[in-house]
């Protein structure tokens, strides 16, 4: 039974992990001329910073809210996004978009914890650095375009 549950562990991380590819091999404007590309990347930015607030809550609160910040700062884009995608409603598509972000949330956390055993660092040895860069720039290129926008 022990091995049984092993394998499916092991399966289960595998098929786990296939959902999570390397941002950064977009670039700024594929996201901004691919709206199903924009949409897989900021779910992925949101999850990212999500599974980052998880896992360096208890031991740095400071860092674990400027990923909270992060992550709630492009949550609705991705909706908006989602609405567009699917013309379903916005409270259809939050629902939607929650879901999927918990369980890629999920899926990163445990890629980190791995990553974490493996080399002593989350991001040591993985893309998860260049991606979390990469998502860093990306919002601040949205918040850019916000405050201009506000300002017109």
Do not use: H, W
């Amino acid at each position: 039974m022990k091995i049984i549950t092993f394998i499916f562990l092991l399966l289960f991380s595998s098929a786990s992990a296939e959902n999570i590819k390397p941002l950064a091999n977009s670039s700024i404007d594929q996201l901004l001329s691919d709206d199903n590309l924009n949409y897989e990347f900021i779910k992925s930015c949101v999850s990212i910073y999500s599974g980052l607030t998880e896992l360096t809550r208890a031991k740095e609160p400071e860092i674990a809210n400027q990923f909270f910040k992060s992550a709630n700062f492009l949550y609705p884009y991705g909706i908006l996004t989602l609405v567009k995608l699917k013309k379903i409603s916005r409270p259809d598509a939050e629902k939607i978009f929650f879901k999927s972000v918990e369980k890629l949330t999920n899926e990163y956390i445990n890629l980190m914890l791995e990553n974490g055993k493996k080399n002593e660092s989350f991001f040591k040895g993985s893309f998860l650095a260049d991606d979390i860069y990469f998502c860093n720039e990306v919002a601040s290129a949205i918040q850019t375009v916000v405050s201009k926008t506000k300002k017109n």
